[in-house]
């Protein structure tokens, strides 16, 4: 009876702090560079900033976590940048190298730490130099239209929406070829892509409607979530919140001892939630949580914090 009331109380109290802390925030990009912030349960859109002229028209986002980088694309000089979020400023990274290139789709792939883009004139999948900002084609996947590219990095999926098509892919990142999911079956104008590692799911913005959705990715299919009003938001990139300044510390307590018998009650929900702040080694094989995650907590529990 008592390790049942210690669960119960994990839950009420420890695991739900732990979990809002969890969630990060959507960004968005329209091609007149005003930033957004998309709240992910409304689909409402909030302006933060607006990216400096330099980038001129704006595209695809994507973020790295490593190093905690924003990039983004710009069709209006065909070049990649980084990106201050907090003040907006777009830096040079550098020309993709070929003036036909128009690169709309951006994302990052922390399995293999490549950036990889997709052009809409030949929609070719190609790799994006992080230093040079040259842009080497990989192959293309036959479609028409403008792709965006998303990458699932638990299950280490890349996929891809194009507005041809209206559809949803699996991207081959050793080929640039695309298998076909299925029919988005409502967005008629797919732009911006994201996934949420932290809840797991992959959202899309459609600029027909007006509107963002999360995709079922084993059929295609999107669920409205809610309209985010007038824009031609084109980069979509889901940041995960900061990291709490002592991993044991999972109910963020205070009060000393700040590691106790409820951080491990937090971390056994986080885990049987299957919430992926539980996933404390960093392991991308799945199933990503497992038994090896509950030694790495002990052993962090162990070491204590700073």
Known sequence: M??????????????????????GRLIAVDSSRALYEIDMATGAKTQI?????NASTTAGLAYRADTNTIYLTSTGNDSVYTLDLATGTATLIGAYGDSAIVMHGL????????????????????TINT??????????????????????????????TNSGTDS??????????VTLIGALAGPTNPNGLAFNKDNGLLYLICNNTDSLYTINVATGAATLIGAHGPSNILGLAYIPSAAPACY?????????PVLN????ICFN??????????????STIVPVLNVNDFTCFLNAFAAGCP
């Not at 008592?2 to 969630?23: D, N, T």
């Open 261 to 264: 018998v409820n951080d491990f």
């Open 107 to 126: 994302e990052w792939d922390d399995s293999t730490g490549t950036l990889y883009g997709v052009s809409s004139h030949n929609n070719g999948l190609y």
């Open 248 to 256: 044991a510390n999972c109910d963020g307590s205070t009060i000393v």
């Open 131 to 160: 230093t040079t900002g040259a842009a080497t084609l990989v192959g293309t996947s036959g479609l028409a239209s403008f792709s965006n590219l998303g990458h699932d990095s638990i299950a280490n999926v890349m996929y891809s």
């Open 168 to 177: 949803v892919y699996v991207m081959d990142r050793a080929t640039g070829a």
């Open 2 to 23: 008592r390790i049942r009331s210690l669960w119960m109380a994990g839950v009420g109290v420890g695991a739900c702090a732990s979990l809002a802390m969890a969630q």
């Open 269 to 282: 929900n986080l885990f049987a939630a299957g919430d992926t702040t539980a996933n404390c080694d960093g």
């Open 49 to 53: 900033g607006t990216v400096s002229t």
